[in-house]
């Protein structure tokens, strides 16, 4: 497993099961994973792979955890899962005004929903066919206050919709574009 520099403050490692990301420094965070996901502060950044099929029984945080003591990592650790193939990753940099952003994404389109579209009623132990996930990671070298977390999450949701739009991917639901995965 290689690492690449992404900025003065983060390493990536890529592989078919994983994307880590080793930030050198605690960052202050704004997530919806599974694993200290919220607002919070993270050492690490970790989007497993797992198997669409999977019959694991264990709670997702507790197989985050387990992964993550496998890679022997330490700190806070905010964690992710997806289905998607981590062949769909893909990276953007850019520096702007002197301001490093970097983009990471893993995508799994296999469960188009628009919003507002009927949510999909199960319980939490059985399995489904219908998975996969947009995990977008988001790093920047500026300063945020809360508020600004806040802003930058939610314009890094409209970018998400914005691209389902552009590649007119539809709901099977409702047959409006995608506007996320369910």
């Known amino acids: 497993m290689s690492a690449t520099q992404l900025t003065q403050y983060a390493l990536l490692s890529h592989t ?106 199960r319980e939490m132990t059985t399995s489904t066919t219908d998975v996969g996930t947009i995990n977008t990671i988001v790093l920047t070298s500026a300063l945020l206050t809360e508020a600004a977390l806040v802003e930058a999450l939610m314009i890094a949701t409209e970018a998400k919709t914005a691209a389902l739009i552009d590649a007119e991917v539809l709901s099977p639901i409702s047959q409006q574009f995608a506007t996320g995965t369910g």
């Open 16 to 121: 078919d099961n994983h994307i880590h990301i080793a930030l050198r420094k605690t960052h202050q965070v704004i997530s919806s994973a599974v694993l200290n996901g919220g607002m919070g502060y993270a050492d690490h950044i970790l989007n497993i792979n797992v198997a669409s099929n999977s019959t694991c029984t264990a709670a997702a945080d507790e197989s985050l955890l387990q992964y993550s003591q496998n890679l022997n990592l330490n700190g806070t650790i905010v964690g992710m899962m997806t289905s998607a193939s981590m062949k769909s990753f893909r990276l953007e940099q850019a520096t702007v005004q002197g301001i490093d952003i970097v983009v990471i994404v893993t995508s799994g389109l296999s469960n188009p929903r628009h919003v507002g579209d009927h949510a999909e009623h």
